[in-house]
Nanobody
Framework: QLQLEESGGGLVQPGGSLRLSCAAS????????IGWFRQAPGKEREGVSC????????NYADSVKGRFTISRDNAKNTVYLQMNSLKPEDTAVYYC???????????????????WGKGTLVTVSS
């Protein structure tokens, strides 16, 4: 079965850190460009960060620049999102998505992707 699975979410205090993982099973992520998206309660899903299949291109939403870092380890078939200095407004379900198509600077636009994970909940609260 071909699927993506996110992990690493949880409850963290403001200012804290979490690292999310996006692991693929049934296929290799080497050929895929990956995006992280999030959906907060009552809001539309939005792009957070993306990385090209080589890792040479990354992009971030303005709201997370300087705080979040996307990376990938193709040997482990996993993409990561390191989230530091978390704020209550970062609370959301975080999804990863994989696509063979390269979106470049528009990779943060929500839309159709080849694969989506089911999401992991991040709650930032004291």
């Amino acid at each position: 079965q071909l699927q993506l699975e996110e992990s690493g979410g949880g409850l963290v205090q403001p200012g804290g850190s979490l690292r999310l993982s996006c692991a693929a099973s049934g296929f290799t992520l080497d050929y895929y460009h990956i995006g992280w998206f999030r959906q907060a309660p009552g809001k539309e899903r939005e792009g957070v960060s993306c990385i090209s299949r080589s890792g040479g291109f990354t992009n971030y939403a303005d709201s997370v620049k300087g705080r979040f870092t996307i990376s990938r380890d193709n040997a482990k078939n996993t993409v990561y999102l390191q989230m530091n200095s978390l704020k209550p407004e970062d609370t959301a379900v975080y999804y990863c998505a994989a696509d063979l198509r390269y979106y470049g600077n528009i990779c943060l636009r929500d839309g159709v992707r080849d694969y989506w994970g089911k999401g992991t909940l991040v709650t930032v609260s004291s």
